[in-house]
């Protein structure tokens, strides 16, 4: 089975911050990676797959970067509506979730 | 518009069954992969089973195989759970997702598939 790490778990931000979030993945996945957002209460929402393409409709402040093992995605100047909890998902071999970034305000 | 709905869930004792609905509109339901994913509360997101698009090939997580089962009626474009020997660990917001059913479609070289398309869950709590 392939297992997603996440880092850090909690990463606290003020408005106008470019942040990084990183995701591991145990063994190879090439590029088969998409990042979610969700919001209390609420389903996951797409933000990018294929490690770096951004779903349509996305803000362009969201960007998905690496392959293999090591990815990141990147705010690059967090928003008020930003402040939410990241997932990784790997779809190469069924799906695995990593446990999540909650960006929280500083 | 594309749109998935969950419904079923409840409050079932330990060793119950429940059975959880998905209802699709807005998008070819033969042509996706449609999986349930869960979310206990105050955690992460879990992949629980998955079914290809004509229903022919089901997937399930290790914590659940043997007491789900996945299956489908594309004719009322409905994808449902059947949940046995629920235990309290089990207690979860359950989430239906589609993706691309890379069996049928190009997926330029991927087998499975992103999830673009959530419902909005239904919670189920197992409890005495």
């Known amino acids: 089975d392939i297992q997603m790490t996440q880092s850090p778990s909690t990463l606290s931000a003020s408005v106008g911050d470019r942040v990084t979030l990183t995701c591991r993945a145990s063994?190879?996945?090439?590029?088969?990676l998409a990042w979610y957002q969700q919001k209390p209460g609420t389903a996951p929402k797409l933000l990018i797959y294929k490690a770096s393409s951004l779903e349509s409709g996305v803000p362009s402040r969201f960007s998905g970067s690496g392959s293999g093992t090591e990815f990141t995605l990147t705010i690059s100047s967090l928003q008020p509506d930003d402040f939410a909890t990241y997932y990784c998902?790997?779809?190469?071999?069924?799906?695995?979730f990593g446990q999540g970034t909650k960006v929280e305000i500083k | 518009e594309v749109q998935l709905v969950e419904s079923g869930g409840g409050l079932v004792q330990p060793g119950g069954s429940l059975r959880l609905s998905c209802a699709a509109s807005?998008?070819?339901?033969?042509?996706?992969?449609t999986s349930w994913v869960r979310q206990a509360p105050g955690k992460g997101l879990e992949w629980v089973s998955g079914?290809?698009?004509?229903?022919?090939?089901?997937y399930y997580a290790d914590s659940v195989k043997g007491r789900f089962t996945i299956s489908r009626d594309n004719s009322k474009n409905t994808v449902y759970v059947q949940m046995n020997s629920l235990r309290a660990e089990d207690t979860a917001v359950y989430y239906c997702?589609?993706?691309?059913?890379?069996?049928?479609?190009?997926?330029?070289?991927?087998?499975?598939?992103?999830?673009?398309?959530w419902g909005k869950g239904t919670t189920v709590t197992v409890s005495s």
């Open positions: 063994q190879s996945i090439s590029s088969w």
């Open positions: 997702a589609k993706s691309l059913d890379c069996r049928t479609t190009n997926c330029y070289g991927a087998f499975y598939y992103y999830m673009d398309v």
């Open positions: 079914i290809s698009g004509s229903g022919s090939t089901t």
């Open positions: 807005g998008f070819t339901f033969s042509s996706y992969v």
């Open positions: 998902q790997q779809y190469k071999s069924y799906w695995t």
